[in-house]
């Protein structure tokens, strides 16, 4: 583990929900008990169950989270990209984590130490109350994301996964570079592969996307939000 944290990355994380709240001092405080991490593509970073010793910061690369049911199979819950933190409500849940996390492609991550960060947060109150206003704030937001997910079919939930991580290319073009292959996008939002196969394939057949591996041209974005009855 490499302590050297770059100054990109505490920018970054100053800004985030759960350091938002906390002064200039505080911050620094908290980040001595963090360290970078590099981990491989396909590296382990915990199992279901095991004791939670640190929570993650993403800050390069990307990593899945998942359960796996006793015949192998396995359900991808979150991949977690550049900028966001994993594991850090298990932290205070109880100190095993609910699910397995992974390395899907050579990442860096900024891990923070549990148990001194905890000390740390036990030693003033005010600490803990400002962590907890921001965590607060991102669970509301998670909880809406849910119930709409839970309300939409599998073709919408593929329309609402392009749109969310849809973005201008250099050309100006709106472009989805998928994250992951894609029986990993299909798990995550609750389809089958060749479901999402065959909702690509429909989608560029009516000539809203164009798809090129794991590159997707969105030609006709007013149409993406409007489409309906795909399934």
Known sequence: MNKNILPQDLQSLRRNYLFSGLDGDQF???????????????????????????????????VRLFRSSPQGDEKVIELVGPGRFFAEAALFM??????????????RLIAVDGTS??????????????????MSAKLHKLVDE???????????????????????????????????????????IGVKPETLSRLLHKLSGLGYIEVKENHIL???????????GLD
């Open 117 to 134: 960060f905890r000390t740390w947060l036990a030693q003033d109150a005010s600490r803990c109350f400002k962590l907890l206003a921001g």
């Open 28 to 62: 620094l405080e908290a980040m001595s008990h963090a360290a970078s991490l590099e981990v491989q593509a396909g590296q382990l970073l915990f199992a279901r169950g095991d004791a939670v010793e640190a929570f993650y910061w993403v800050a390069e690369g990307l």
């Open 146 to 188: 849910i119930d709409g997910l839970t309300l939409m079919k599998g073709a919408d939930r593929l329309l609402q996964y392009l749109l969310d991580h849809s973005e201008p290319d250099a050309a100006g073009q709106t472009v989805v570079d998928l994250e992951a292959p894609k029986q990993i996008i299909a798990s995550r």
């Open 94 to 107: 109880g100190g095993h984590f609910p699910v397995n996390a992974a390395a899907q492609v050579d990442s």
């Open 218 to 228: 969105i030609k006709d974005e007013d149409s993406l939000r409007t489409a309906g």
